[in-house]
């Protein structure tokens, strides 16, 4: 794989180079006017200290013109629990002048070997366009529920992070020191982690916890009465997750086609899987 591929004297497609950031931020603040700067720089400080997979990407691809970035992609590329190599393709912008570009923009992300590629905020402008570059849909709306409600199951206790080991482990431990709620619920031998964004109640008006994290939607219908009283106490009384279709059992709405995800590759996430992804970097 070669880190730079030439589209057209001056105009170039490159990888993202730690001395770029500045201009990425610039970039991106442009293209997205509802995302603050402290937003951007806080994701991008935190791929830049990640450990990230040799030979892939560390931030993504700059469309440049005469050595000027006019356009990015964001890239964050990551094995999944299966050892599945992953990458989100997040944050695409290019500069008006240039759009004819944009679709050539992820062209290197395509070419990647054994690379499974998810979008989990397309634009609704670039459905067309990542259509025909082979994504598909691979989520069927978004479920909010009250899980709360639920009713309690005895022999369980929710615990933090410690004194679990292995994969799990490793996944909470990472995904906490970046601002999310990570615990596990022992039940028995079994323990379970789970994993949750929080968002912004001043934003939202409401406290909504993004289910981030878990083996299986069925572990968190199990456990939603204990999980969900706990996310009541810290102020976040609605989870929403992706489904395919409404989950019996949870007291909430099914929200048919709403934030779809697209998927382009041999390893479709899991629904209950948005590990590494821009919603843990950068926040939902």
Same mark, same amino acid.
């Given at each position: 794989?070669?880190?730079?591929?030439?589209?057209?004297?001056?105009?170039?497609?490159?990888?993202?180079?730690?001395?770029?950031? %500045?201009?990425?931020?610039?970039?991106?603040?442009?293209?997205?006017?509802?995302?603050?700067?402290? #937003?951007?720089?806080? =994701?991008?400080?935190?791929?830049?200290?990640?450990?990230?997979?040799?030979?892939?990407?560390?931030?993504?691809?700059?469309?440049?013109?005469? %050595?000027?970035?006019?356009?990015?992609?964001?890239?964050?590329?990551?094995?999944?629990?299966?050892?599945?190599?992953?990458?989100?393709?997040? *944050?695409?912008?290019?500069?008006?002048?240039? +759009?004819?570009?944009?679709?050539?923009?992820?062209?290197?992300?395509?070419?990647?070997?054994?690379?499974?590629?998810?979008?989990?905020?397309?634009?609704?402008?670039?459905?067309?366009?990542?259509?025909?570059?082979? @994504?598909?849909?691979?989520? /069927?709306?978004?479920?909010?529920?009250?899980?709360?409600?639920?009713?309690? +199951?005895?022999?369980?206790?929710? +615990? *933090?992070?410690?004194?679990?080991?292995?994969? %799990?482990?490793?996944?909470?431990?990472?995904?906490?020191?970046? =601002?999310?709620?990570?615990?596990?619920?022992?039940?028995?031998?079994?323990? !379970?982690?789970? &994993?949750?964004?929080?968002? %912004?109640?001043?934003? $939202? /008006?409401?406290?909504?916890?993004?289910?981030?994290?878990? $083996?299986?939607?069925?572990? @968190?219908?199990?456990?939603?009465?204990?999980?969900?009283?706990?996310?009541?106490?810290?102020?976040?009384?609605?989870?929403?997750?992706?489904?395919?279709? #409404?989950?019996?059992?949870? &007291?909430? $709405?099914?929200? +048919?086609?709403?934030?779809?995800? #697209?998927?382009?590759?041999?390893?479709?996430?899991?629904? =209950?899987?948005?590990?590494? !992804?821009?919603?843990? #970097?950068? /926040?939902?």
């Amino acid at each position: 794989m070669t880190s730079e591929q030439t589209v057209s004297s001056p105009i170039r497609i490159r990888e993202i180079e730690p001395t770029d950031l %500045d201009a990425v931020v610039e970039l991106l603040l442009s293209g997205f006017n509802d995302r603050s700067e402290q #937003y951007w720089r806080q =994701g991008l400080d935190r791929l830049a200290n990640r450990a990230a997979l040799p030979a892939y990407p560390r931030f993504g691809y700059a469309l440049t013109v005469a %050595d000027r970035i006019v356009g990015v992609v964001l890239l964050i590329v990551s094995r999944d629990d299966k050892g599945n190599i992953r990458a989100n393709v997040s *944050s695409w912008y290019v500069e008006p002048d240039y +759009r004819f570009y944009s679709a050539m923009l992820i062209k290197p992300a395509l070419r990647l070997p054994d690379v499974t590629l998810v979008n989990i905020s397309p634009a609704p402008h670039t459905l067309p366009t990542i259509t025909a570059q082979g @994504f598909r849909p691979y989520t /069927g709306g978004i479920m909010a529920c009250v899980p709360a409600l639920g009713l309690p +199951r005895w022999g369980t206790k929710l +615990r *933090s992070i410690a004194p679990a080991s292995g994969t %799990d482990a490793t996944i909470l431990e990472t995904h906490a020191a970046m =601002g999310c709620l990570s615990f596990r619920v022992d039940e028995g031998e079994e323990s !379970t982690p789970f &994993i949750f964004a929080l968002r %912004d109640r001043k934003r $939202h /008006g409401i406290g909504v916890a993004q289910l981030i994290y878990c $083996h299986n939607l069925t572990s @968190f219908k199990r456990h939603a009465g204990m999980i969900g009283r706990r996310l009541l106490r810290l102020g976040f009384p609605i989870v929403i997750f992706d489904a395919e279709r #409404y989950q019996p059992g949870l &007291i909430g $709405h099914f929200f +048919r086609g709403r934030k779809p995800k #697209y998927v382009r590759g041999p390893a479709c996430p899991r629904l =209950g899987d948005l590990s590494e !992804t821009e919603l843990v #970097y950068f /926040g939902p």
